[in-house]
T-cell receptor, first 116, second 115 residues
Framework: DQQVKQNSPSLSVQEGRISILNCDYTNSMFDYFLWYKKYPAEGPTFLISISSIKDKNEDGRFTVFLNKSAKHLSLHIVPSQPGDSAVYFCAARLAYSGAGSYQLTFGKGTKLSVIP | DTEVTQTPKHLVMGMTNKKSLKCEQHMGHRAMYWYKQKAKKPPELMFVYSYEKLSINESVPSRFSPECPNSSLLNLHLHALQPEDSALYLC??????????????FGPGTRLTVL
């Protein structure tokens, strides 16, 4: 049973336009959400995060929105650039993971292609 | 140095082989992780080490044997693997067990193929 879902495996966007990547989750015990970006042949790199007590977090061109009632978050990239082309993973952290260590549950990823 | 390195980049092995994956970081991080990622699937946690002690084993089969010989190194010893174990193996680290999760650094991964 997948607790973090990214239902769009891929997304193509024109350079300069907005990219919107979506993520849904099912576990109401998640308290922190993160977006990672992954280029081929590299490990995931942290992009932006949001605590469950907030509904928006902004960092430059990247904004993450959280709708707790809908158990939905989205990543907006404005304006999109060709260098943003990568796989984007949504991840969620359990408020308490039992063993004392915060563990992440990842979505399957969405491949973003920004067309020049 | 804010890098997690992994060797080898690619590994092809037979089901009877014994091989090891290596992960190294020199950021003084004391929590280190192994993840497994199959194609078109999310990364899945396998093991967590904290201060060189195994803290979490996510019910991983014994043909995978982790080892943390010192605070900078994390190995994953492989023996009698199955073709379905073919995947990208990612190592990650962060300052400590309780450091914010957004400070977890990932390595580039080892692409493992089991024939």
């Amino acid at each position: 049973d997948q607790q973090v879902k990214q239902n769009s495996p891929s997304l193509s966007v024109q350079e300069g336009r907005i990219s919107i990547l979506n993520c849904d989750y099912t576990n109401s015990m998640f308290d922190y959400f993160l977006w990672y970006k992954k280029y081929p042949a590299e490990g995931p790199t942290f992009l932006i995060s949001i605590s469950s007590i907030k509904d928006k977090n902004e960092d430059g061109r990247f904004t993450v929105f959280l709708n707790k009632s809908a158990k939905h978050l989205s990543l907006h990239i404005v304006p999109s650039q060709p260098g943003d082309s990568a796989v984007y993973f949504c991840a969620a952290r359990l408020a308490y993971s039992g063993a004392g260590s915060y563990q992440l549950t990842f979505g399957k990823g969405t491949k973003l292609s920004v067309i020049p | 140095d804010t890098e997690v390195t992994q060797t080898p980049k690619h590994l092809v092995m037979g089901m009877t082989n014994k091989k090891s994956l290596k992960c190294e970081q020199h950021m003084g991080h004391r929590a280190m992780y192994w993840y497994k990622q199959k194609a078109k699937k999310p990364p899945e946690l396998m093991f967590v080490y904290s201060y060189e002690k195994l803290s979490i084993n996510e019910s991983v089969p014994s043909r995978f044997s982790p080892e943390c010989p010192n605070s900078s190194l994390l190995n994953l010893h492989l023996h009698a693997l199955q073709p379905e174990d073919s995947a990208l193996y990612l190592c990650a680290s962060k300052r400590s067990y309780f450091t914010d999760i957004n400070e977890q650094f990932f390595g580039p991964g080892t692409r493992l193929t089991v024939l």
